[in-house]
């Protein structure tokens, strides 16, 4: 029911403050529901089992007395009781921290738990601060495990019948009790098996498990887990059997399984020369060193005199102690102290495992987060040089290639356990112990492989640079070579052009001046009417138009000069307008719909004659009162036409005007012809009744032309 028709119900004040309180205490049993509650272990495991109780969030604290995550494992213990973590991925804590966890209960199938807010999730565990152990519930033996309580923090003895791998842990077989599973975490490879303990009892420190083995039907089967191999705990009498061996030579270990059987213990003692944590160390004694296999927590240093107790094996021919443990020497021990010294032949048997100095070229270095790698030249040898990068051996320092260095280290000449290399055979190494050990003889030449390729390279693309900047300048020098020659060219061209009109206007046109003027002179004294007349008159005219001819070839010669930038549109009117009689009875009107048009200088020189001579025609002959010039593009056609509105020709006027001495139509026709242009004489146009249109059409040029 809604507000509104609650309202509309008529409920009293009274009423509406118990609603009011109802709304109010469901409101906080749900924010209730979703805070946790802090309870102790004790309190947790108390709980009854109900819906209620399970998936409600709690807060605990305690001791993390166990933690693997990739086994969903993960134990916490208070001073009273302990229950198990769901764990389902890493969080940094580690067994031994006093923790907080943060999550929701579960019943789980081995026993109530804590995990996160579903079942692939884990539950918040925050480190508050390094804790301590708790005292360990004593077991003496393995008897009736079943019904000890589980998920506590105990202390078995049990003696070890043998040792494999299952996954990421080491299990233990028990003497008398091999159906109950000791499991220890973190062994990743099995080189990292603690088979020292076989045969030994200890006393180990871990957690009593239930790991369900089926759910349908529920079978739980109780194991030990143990934390680490630093909660194996082995007793001084069980060292002391160990170590109660005469001393073997280090160059014997390979030799005496096959002497004294499978089952034999050796002791060697010697000098520390390097390590490799958790897997063993290289020791030397003499001018003989040996690979010791020891998974024991404590790492010795370099340098330090130790004993070691294992089962003596070959390896590639070089004799190892496996599953060994091992103590520091005791001091009335003597021993002789290690020096490295330079390998003699490489491939001797007395240089494998024996601390050498090698000196040689650099070939090669390269590093990554865990090792530096240093390849060196020895003779006709490579040497890998490697340094394991750890707390304390610092890394090698950058080198240039071609340094002449000296390293100090394990020498190997075949393979060994030491190496995760799966093949060293025919290749020789050095296990370098910190980069102290590394000394610099002498730097690398200066001309060495890399400067003189780079110098050589430099040359090349100097010696191609010059050879294009020489290609490009000869070009260049060319080009201008030829501008000047074309320019030089055109005026001498243009000077010659100049003399020969001069020399036409001076002596030519004078001429034809006095020719004309002698013919009217002779035509006075001629009676009129008669055929001398007519035939003097006829000269006469013949005369001027020849004149008319000179001038106008003085003015191509003096136009060949005119700028070939120049729109031709500009170049018309200019010339019209500047050889327009001042006496002339008509008007003229230029008009230029294409102005931006540019034309080879040959198509100017023709059409501007055209022009001029079409214009002087119509002020000669047709009595016109306008003349109309129009310069127009139509498309890819160029059009010039003159148009008067005069008397017209009549049929068969340019056949009689060539009979009667007169040629400018056929020099117009003659012009057009060499532009490869349209002359068109129309008499009258189309949209007149009368005058004449002179139109020549050319085709658009190209600009290279």
Known sequence: MSLTKMNQSGLRPFQW?????????????????????????????????????????????????????????????????????????NQDVSPGDYVEVRGFLDPGLNGRNIRGRNFDTSPLIRKISKGTFPEPLRIDSLAGIENREGARWTRSTLRIKAVTIEGDRARLIIDDYPHVPVFVAGIPRPSMLP???????????????????????????????????EFIHIPPIEIEKLFNLPESNLSDLRWLQEREGPDIRARILGTITWVKPGEGFFIQRGNMGAWVQSTSPEVPELGQLVECSGRPSSYNGSGILNAAL??????????????????????????????????????????????????????????????????????????????RIALSGVFLNRPSPALSAAETQGSYHLLVRTAGDLQVLSAPPFWNTRRLVILLA??????????????????????????????????????????????????????????????DATAAVVPSGSQASGMLERAARMADHSRAEARHAIWDLRASAIKSHVPF????????????????????????????????????????????E?????????????????????????????????????????????????????????RALRIHGTLEILSPPHDNISGTCVRISITQPSRES
């Open 195 to 229: 088979n020292h303990l076989t045969g030994l009892v200890v006393e180990a420190d871990g957690v009593i498990a239930d790991s369900p083995v089926s759910e349908k039907p529920l079978v739980l089967q109780r194991q030990v887990l143990l934390p680490g191999l």
């Open 326 to 403: 091992w103590r520091e020497a005791a001091s009335e021990v003597e021993i002789d102290s290690v020096e490295a010294s330079t390998p003699g032949e490489p491939k001797a048997d007395t240089s494998q495992g024996r601390l050498t100095r090698v000196d040689g070229i650099l070939v090669e270095m390269f590093r990554s987060p865990s090792e530096d790698l240093a390849i060196l030249q020895m003779g006709s040898d490579l040497v890998f040089s490697h340094l394991s990068i750890s707390a304390g051996s610092g890394r090698l320092p950058p080198l240039e290639k071609g340094s």
């Open 17 to 89: 403050l118990v609603i009011g309180l109802l709304m109010a205490l469901g409101l906080n049993c749900v924010l209730m529901a979703d805070e946790p509650r802090v309870l102790t272990i004790e309190q947790i495991i108390a709980l009854p089992d109900t819906p209620s109780v399970n998936g409600m969030p709690v807060i605990t604290r305690g001791l993390l007395t166990y933690h693997e995550p990739g086994h969903r494992m993960a134990f916490i213990q208070d001073a009273d009781r302990a229950m198990y973590v769901h764990v389902a991925g």
């Open 458 to 519: 430099a040359l090349v693309t100097t010696a191609l640079l010059a050879g294009i900047w020489v290609l490009a300048l000869r070009r260049k020098v060319r080009k201008q070579e030829i501008l000047i020659r074309n320019t030089i060219a055109k005026q001498v061209v243009e000077e010659e052009r100049v003399r020969i009109a001069r020399e036409w206007h001076d002596s030519f046109e004078q001429h034809f001046a006095g020719l004309t003027m002698l013919l």
């Open 614 to 670: 079409a214009v002087t025609n119509a002020i000669k002959h047709s009595r016109c009162s306008n003349i109309r010039v129009v310069w127009d593009s139509k498309g890819s056609q160029l059009e010039l036409a003159i148009t008067d509105d005069g008397m017209g020709l009549s049929a068969g006027t340019h056949d009689l005007a060539s009979q009667q001495g007169h040629f400018g139509l056929l020099g117009m026709r003659e």
């Open 569 to 612: 549109a500009t170049e018309l009117e200019e010339t019209l307008l500047h050889s327009w009689p001042e006496d002339a009875t008509c008007r003229l009107q230029i008009e230029c719909r294409e102005r931006s048009e540019i034309l080879p200088r040959s198509h100017t020189l023709h059409l501007l004659r055209i022009a001029q």
